[in-house]
Structures are given as C-alpha cells and as structure tokens.
C-alpha cells in the first residue's frame, strides 16, 4: 500500500512538470500570435482551428514526455531533473517540428492566419503534425536510448520519414489535399492528420528501444519506417474500400467533405497501426 501511495506521488510531480511546460507552450505560442487574442478566440468565438493547434501542441507536449518517463528509474530526484530538461528540449523541438510544417507540408499557407479565420483543417493538420512528432519524440527518448545525440538523430530521421508520408501521399490523391486544406476543407486536414499520425504510432514503436549500435539502429528504423509506409498505404485503400463501399475517399474528401466518413476511415487506420507497431 505504501509503495502505491509513493509512485502516485511521484506520478502527481511528473504531471506537475508536464503541465508547466504545458503553460510554457502555451505563453510562447501567445507570443508568436501576439496580433490575435488566443484565449478570446477559444472561450468567446470558439474558433475550432485554434482549439485543434493548441490541443494538438499540448498533447504532442504529454507523448513526448512520457518517452522520458520509460524505461528503469534513476531514483526519483534524478528522474525529475532528466524529465526537466528532457521536457525542456521537447517543448523546443516541437517548435521546430512547426516552423518545419510551416515551410514544408503547408508551404504557401500563412498558418496563423488561417487558424485566426476559423480554418479548422489548418488546425486539424497542426495537430497531426504536433501529435506524430510527441510520439517520434517519445520513442527517440524512451528507454535505455544511445543518448541525447542517439534522440535527436531519430527524432529528425522521424520527421523526415513524415515528410516523406505526406508527400507521397500528396502526389497519391487524385487532388491537391494542400489546396483543399488552404480552402478550408476540414475532411482534408483529417484526413492527412490521420495519417501523420497512424505513421508516428509506428515510428514511435520503430525506434524506441535499447541502442544497439548505428548500425543496427539505423538499418531497423530504415527497414521499419519504410514496411510502415508500404503497409499504411496498403490498408488506406483496404479500408475505403471495405468501409466505405458506396463511394470512395476523393468524393467523401473534395466534393463532400464528410468529415463523418474520414473520421471513420482515420480511426481504423490508427487501430491498423497500433496493431502493426505493437509486433515491431
């Protein structure tokens, strides 16, 4: 009984320090959107693209600190101070995670501005990215790892291999999914957050776990990186195919934009994905 009592006090601090550096995010990102009042735009105009890119921060925040959490304990003073500047180092890496997005997979959309208009599938896309990085980012961090170099190598290998989903994705789709996000198609921004996301589920899974050397390491996340691409690609078109037999994803995504149907699609996709990250 005693013993429970302790590790609930320990997870009490642990949450305690997420939730800081949840505040810290939070001060930041009122900062960059300094010509728009963040907290006016969720609690009076309930503006959906804001809420999702903070959500989408805030939990990408949690997943990335839980990586740190893992893995056998240093005695509870050194796991609060690791969980410290380790959450540290998130917080800023999801940053850059976003200024990446930013540039890369929604070049051409002034993002901001876009949330500031109520685009929720700006924000739905926002929080894909946050989400699929918290998880790289907890993977890269968990366990007996090589390192703080050993996490920031796969963390940046991670976000390339997300890159690489989106754009060959974007090549896939018989549409420009980046210029139904700009125009405010919130099917399309869950439909590529779904994805970004299903692929950090197994990218977390891919690279978490004891250093076993470069070599080893680099050649299992190259080989489970790219089985994840190929199977999520595969069960993509199983998925409309089965669960949505009466129509097919373009219709549902550009002429429709049935965010009932993506959901429903994006939500097997990510069950197919922890399946496919629990075996690696």
Known sequence: MMQELILTGHGFVYAVIVMVY????KKIMDWRTKDMDDDYEIEEKSNPAVGLQRAGLYLGIALGM???????????VKDVITLAWEGALIVVLLFVAREVC???ILRGIDNDAEAADGNAAVGFAELGVYVASGLVLAGAFAGEGGGLLSALVFFVLGQMVLFILYFVYEKATPFNIREEIKNGNAAAGLNAAGMMVALG???????????????????????SAGAGLVMLFIFRWVIDWLLLPNTDYETEIKRDQNIAAIALTEGV???VAIIIAAVL
């Open 22 to 25: 949840v505040v810290i995010a």
């Open 66 to 76: 839980s990586g740190a959490l893992t893995g056998g304990s240093m005695g509870f």
């Open 102 to 104: 930013d540039r890369v």
């Open 201 to 223: 589920v197994i990218l977390r899974s891919s690279i978490a776990g004891p250093a076993m050397g470069w070599t080893q390491d680099l050649s299992a996340f190259a080989v």
């Open 269 to 271: 996709l990510l069950s």
